[in-house]
Structure formats: structure tokens, C-alpha cells
């Protein structure tokens, strides 16, 4: 995957979030019309019009809720966690779960950004061979904003 665009409501509002917010950078930006973040290696955040995303993508949007599903924000360590969804409400977004220390070890939390989006900021401690390069502290230090 190299992209996840959200479709929004308001670009200017999901804009600010990002951006001002969470002190993330636009890596291109078509004024009033889409935003791409840099959030990874080769990986890309798109914020567009969720109208203008469901007339291309063929009518995938009925209502007004948030698609079900979760992005994913790994950190460095646990108390990074509770930092980051402080940022987040902070910058407007809605606290779901607060950080919390779970049975597999890490420690994970939910916010939600201006559209409903649910974001898990996550502390994975990872030494699996295939997951702990991905999930584990020394890649998760490397991805910090």
C-alpha cells in the first residue's frame, strides 16, 4: 500500500487538524482541493472531499459516519502514547480510549479526528522477526513526527 486518502468533510477543517494540529507537513497540496502528508516511507495520507471520493470511487459513501475502520500511529515508547492523544485532542480531535497498557504487552489508545476517523496510537515492543522491524521501538523511533 502507498496511500490511504480519507474522504472528508471539510479539507480546511481536516487540514488544520493534520497539519496545524498535529504538526505534520503537506508533502503536496492542491489549495481547496486535496492535501497528501507524507506519513511514512513511499506511504502517503490524501485528505480530499469525501464527495468528490465517492462520485470517483463510484458512490462508496452512504450517510455521514467515518468508514469502519482504524489507522495506526506507532511510537517509541509507552509514555508516548498518552503524549500523542493529548496532541490530538488538543488540536480538535475526540479522546475514544485512553492509553492503556494491554495483556499483549503494549500500550495502545484511540482518537477520533474531525471527521470520526479512528486513530490508534500504539507502543508495540515487538520482537517478533516479521513484525519487530515494522512494529517494534527502533522502527516506530525512525517514524515519529
Do not use: C
Not at 489549495?31 to 513511499?42: K, N, Y
Amino acid at each position: 500500500m502507498s496511500m490511504v486518502t480519507l474522504g472528508v468533510r471539510d479539507l480546511e477543517t481536516s487540514r488544520r487538524f493534520y497539519l496545524d494540529g498535529l504538526g505534520w507537513s503537506p508533502a503536496m497540496e492542491v489549495a481547496g482541493d486535496v492535501t497528501f502528508i507524507q506519513v511514512g516511507p513511499a506511504m502517503l495520507l490524501g485528505l480530499w472531499s469525501r464527495a468528490k471520493l465517492s462520485d470517483e470511487a463510484g458512490g462508496l459513501y452512504q450517510g455521514d459516519e467515518a468508514a469502519p475502520i482504524s489507522l495506526a500511529h506507532m511510537v517509541a515508547d509507552p509514555e508516548s502514547v498518552a503524549r500523542v492523544l493529548d496532541d490530538a485532542t488538543r488540536a480538535g480531535g475526540v479522546l475514544i480510549a485512553p492509553s492503556t497498557e494491554r495483556e499483549w504487552g503494549g500500550v495502545t489508545g484511540y482518537f477520533a479526528d474531525p471527521d470520526g476517523y479512528r486513530w490508534e496510537v500504539a507502543y508495540n515492543p515487538s520482537t517478533d522477526p516479521v513484525l519487530g522491524p515494522i512494529l517494534g521501538p527502533g522502527a516506530a523511533a525512525a517514524r515519529q513526527r
